[in-house]
C-alpha cells in the first residue's frame, strides 16, 4: 500500500556533504516514527536516524550524530536526510521505512531500492 523512493545519493569526497530524500506514496501510519537506515555489502541493515510524527523528536546512530540531520515534511510526503562530513565509513545503501520504535530495523513498508552513497577520494 505505501511506496517509498529513495533519492539523492552519489560520489563524493571525504568531508562532503549530500542530502537524500525519501517520497512516500500511500496512506502511512503517522503514529509511527520515519527512519533512515543504511546497509553496506556483507553487513546488517544498520539503523541511522529517526524523526517523530511532528518532528520535535529526533534521534540519531553514535556514529552519525553531530554529523547527520534528519526533517520531515508531512504535506509533501518526504522525509530528508542531510549527511555532513562524510567518512569512507559512511558508504553504503540508504533506505527509507517507518519503524515502531527508535532502533528497531523492521519496516513497517515494503523496502524501496535505496539509494547509493559511496564516499572515496
Known amino acids: 500500500q505505501v511506496q517509498l523512493v529513495e533519492s539523492g545519493g552519489g560520489l563524493v569526497q571525504p568531508g562532503g556533504s549530500l542530502r537524500l530524500s525519501c517520497v512516500y506514496s500511500?496512506?502511512?501510519?503517522?503514529?509511527?516514527?520515519m527512519g533512515w537506515f543504511r546497509q553496506a555489502p556483507g553487513k546488517e541493515r544498520e539503523s541511522v536516524a529517526a524523526?517523530?510524527?511532528?518532528?520535535?523528536?529526533?534521534y540519531y546512530a553514535d556514529s552519525v550524530k553531530g554529523r547527520f540531520t534528519i526533517s520531515r515534511d508531512n504535506a509533501k510526503h518526504t522525509v530528508l536526510l542531510q549527511m555532513n562530513s562524510l567518512k569512507p565509513e559512511d558508504t553504503a545503501v540508504y533506505y527509507c521505512?517507518?519503524?515502531?520504535?527508535?532502533?528497531?530495523?523492521?519496516?513497517?513498508?515494503?523496502w524501496g531500492r535505496g539509494t547509493q552513497v559511496t564516499v572515496s577520494p
Open positions: 521505512n517507518g519503524i515502531p520504535w527508535w532502533g528497531s530495523t523492521q519496516g513497517l513498508y515494503d
Open positions: 500511500g496512506t502511512i501510519f503517522t503514529d509511527y516514527y
Open positions: 524523526v517523530s510524527r511532528s518532528g520535535g523528536s529526533t
